[in-house]
């Protein structure tokens, strides 16, 4: 049985930069919930940020490869860098991925951690870009497969697959 790597907001906690949670409200989450899939975590409060905290995204014009390889920095509303605790989430991530042997994540999308399609421009302006966030580059690049909530159906075919494969 395939284990789930899922953002720890999507499931209900308090734990984003504003004190709520973003709850997926779906059956498919739910019955895996009930199996004993998912494996949840907030990289973010992993790495020894606090809810709410200030809003944070990647510097206008990076990518989380180059926050991940040192040529950039997350950046919180007021300018501090917090580039640390991003990056020690996603290695945390990471960690927890390899130990229980997951190959799939569900991440809350444009989120400069979990983002894996999008994530904010760098301005606070509201204004988006394709992208990825540092925890979800980090994932890819071990190996795990990135769905975003709106991807919960392509996620749930991936798995069955991969559990059809043998």
């Known amino acids: 049985m395939e284990k789930i790597f899922v953002s720890s907001c999507l499931l209900g906690a308090r734990v984003r930069y504003d004190g709520n949670a973003k709850t997926l409200d779906d059956q498919i989450l739910a019955t895996w919930r009930a199996e004993g ?9 992993a790495a020894g940020l606090p809810s709410p905290r200030l ?46 042997n997951i190959r799939f ?22 204004q988006k870009h394709e992208g990825e966030g ?14 975003t909530q709106e991807r919960l159906g392509d996620l749930a075919r991936a798995i069955e697959m991969a559990e059809n494969a043998g």
């Open 37 to 45: 899939r998912l494996v949840s975590m907030c990289p973010e409060m």
């Open 55 to 100: 809003p944070a995204e990647i510097e206008s014009g990076a990518s989380a490869q180059d926050v991940l390889e040192g040529r950039a920095h997350v950046i919180d509303k007021e300018g501090g860098i917090v580039t640390a605790p991003f990056v020690a989430g996603a290695d945390l991530a990471v960690e927890v991925a390899r130990e229980q």
């Open 134 to 147: 540092v925890v979800a580059a980090r994932l890819r690049a071990a190996g795990v497969q990135v769905f």
């Open 105 to 126: 994540a569900l991440l809350t999308d444009g989120s400069p951690s979990c983002g894996s399609t999008f994530v904010h421009g760098g301005h606070f302006d509201g």
